[in-house]
């Protein structure tokens, strides 16, 4: 089966500064791979996805993620946060054969004015 | 789009009683999945249909939960005598079917119970 460990619980950073989410998975199969978004009193989000091709993949918000099979990571960026992006974010990995989608325990990005 | 549509948003129970929770999918939507979310944790599966088919149970889902999708539309989710450790977001998730390319869940804003 897939897991996914997202390294960071809690990530506090001041507004226009960059940030990265990390986010490892295991797996003994190939994957495709996801990170959501979960605003407050909101259900998730798709922010973006990575099934094949390049791995670097955009998302919405300006929100960006490479996808790196040696390491097995799928660590999110973005370039300059604002408060907006105040939220949960949940990494996310199912096997490319069924959809049997996992979640990390999330990590809570807290942008400070 | 009318997106994902769980009802109710609340519920708080107690401890013994039965729960349904309902959720509508996207209409064009033949994957239906329920997840549970307990606070700081991630959602974990609980079930998936394709169409009425229930395809997969996750061993969370003890015997006190069952799942419905009777016309493949809508689904239900009951929980009988319910405990304690019920207590969680029940998120409801839905997405095409579309060949070989997998398509992204779009999820409803979740039923959250309480059990007291």
């Known amino acids: 089966a897939q897991s996914v460990t997202q390294l960071d619980s809690q990530v506090p950073v001041f507004e226009e500064a960059p940030v990265e989410l990390r986010c490892n998975y295991s797996s003994s199969v190939s994957v495709y791979l996801f990170w959501y978004v979960q605003y407050p009193n909101q259900g998730l989000q798709l922010l973006l996805k990575?099934?094949?091709?390049?791995?670097l993949v955009k998302g919405i918000n300006g929100f960006e993620a490479e996808f790196n099979k040696s390491q097995t990571s799928f660590h999110l960026r973005k370039p300059s946060v604002h408060i907006s992006d105040t939220a949960e974010y949940f990494c996310?990995?199912?096997?490319?054969?069924?959809?049997?989608?996992?979640f990390g325990a999330g990590t809570r990005l807290t942008v400070k004015p | 789009d009318t997106g994902v549509s769980q009802d109710p948003r609340h519920k708080i129970t107690k401890r013994g009683q039965n729960v349904t929770f309902r959720c509508d999918p996207i209409?064009?939507?033949?994957?239906l999945y329920w997840y549970r979310q307990t606070l700081g944790q991630g959602p974990e599966f609980l079930t998936y249909?394709?169409?009425?088919?229930?395809?997969?149970k996750s061993r969370l889902l003890s015997d006190r939960f069952s799942a419905e999708r009777p016309k493949g539309s809508f689904s239900t989710l009951e929980i009988q005598r319910t405990e304690q450790g019920d207590s969680a977001m029940y998120l409801c998730?839905?997405?095409?079917?579309?060949?070989?390319?997998?398509?992204?869940?779009?999820f409803g804003n979740g039923t959250r119970l309480t059990v007291t």
């Open positions: 249909f394709q169409n009425e088919a229930q395809l997969e």
């Open positions: 209409s064009e939507h033949n994957r």
């Open positions: 990575y099934l094949s091709g390049s791995t």
């Open positions: 996310a990995v199912t096997p490319r054969v069924r959809n049997d989608m996992r």
């Open positions: 998730a839905s997405s095409p079917s579309t060949g070989t390319d997998l398509s992204p869940l779009h």
